[in-house]
């Protein structure tokens, strides 16, 4: 199943490979659109669909694997595929060890590139969805006060109310309130459910003393 709201991009420097590229995505009923050059791609605004980029290696200006590290280095989530005439394995491995889908020689099958574009978007929707779980349970802590959040720290590792007031130099009764207001705010009811939140946040527990 394509996700929807999916878009491919194509970024090729030449025009038949271009329009070939064009014809193959619209046959299949992709959205797609149509580059020829790194730069021209990057000047459009990032799209907030799940989205695929088929992009040649070798181009002119900034090729294939030096647009890679300019969308790691800004944060975006595009996933790529690469197609080259010109391909090596040190190339190959550098560009999947990056995090692209595939890597593939011209001439290739159009089912072939069919399917790395389906796994593309699949991968990039599944990132999209984490990235809002995380966005969304980072969101959430920031409700917290400062000491509602140490305490928040110390339940995510297992200990009981009389140990994080031993550890915050506070009356458990005091803790046993932060606590109850954590999870309140946080719409959690138990301390799995809180640890669960905690980790789609990718915050690290406190460490014990």
């Known amino acids: ?27 299949a009923a992709y959205e797609s659109e149509i580059f020829e050059s790194a730069s021209d791609f ?27 590290k300019d969308l790691i280095r800004r944060r975006r989530e595009e996933q790529l595929v690469f197609v080259t005439g010109h391909g090596d394995i040190p190339m190959c491995a550098e560009a999947m060890k990056a995090g692209a889908i595939d ?10 590139l069919l399917r790395c574009v389906q796994n593309a978007l699949i991968r990039s929707a599944e990132q999209q969805r984490q990235s809002a779980e995380k966005n969304e349970a980072r969101r959430l802590l920031d409700l917290l006060t400062p000491r509602e959040f140490e305490v928040m720290q110390l339940v ?35 301390a799995p459910e809180l640890v669960r939140l ?9 460490v014990k003393a």
């Open 1 to 27: 199943m394509v996700p929807p709201n999916s878009m491919v991009f194509a970024i090729d420097d030449d025009a038949s490979v271009r329009k070939g590229l064009a014809r193959l995505l619209r046959s």
């Open 156 to 190: 995510v590792t297992g200990m009981l109310n009389k140990q994080i007031a031993g550890e915050l130099g506070t009356a458990e009764k005091t803790v046993k309130v932060h606590r109850g207001r954590v999870m309140q705010k946080l719409g959690v009811t138990s």
């Open 42 to 68: 990057l000047a459009r605004p990032p799209y907030i669909g799940p989205s695929c980029v088929i992009v040649d290696v070798q181009m002119p200006g900034l090729n294939g694997i030096d647009l890679q």
């Open 198 to 206: 905690v980790q789609r946040a990718c915050v690290a527990p406190a």
């Open 103 to 112: 890597f593939l020689q011209k001439p290739f099958c159009d089912h072939e």
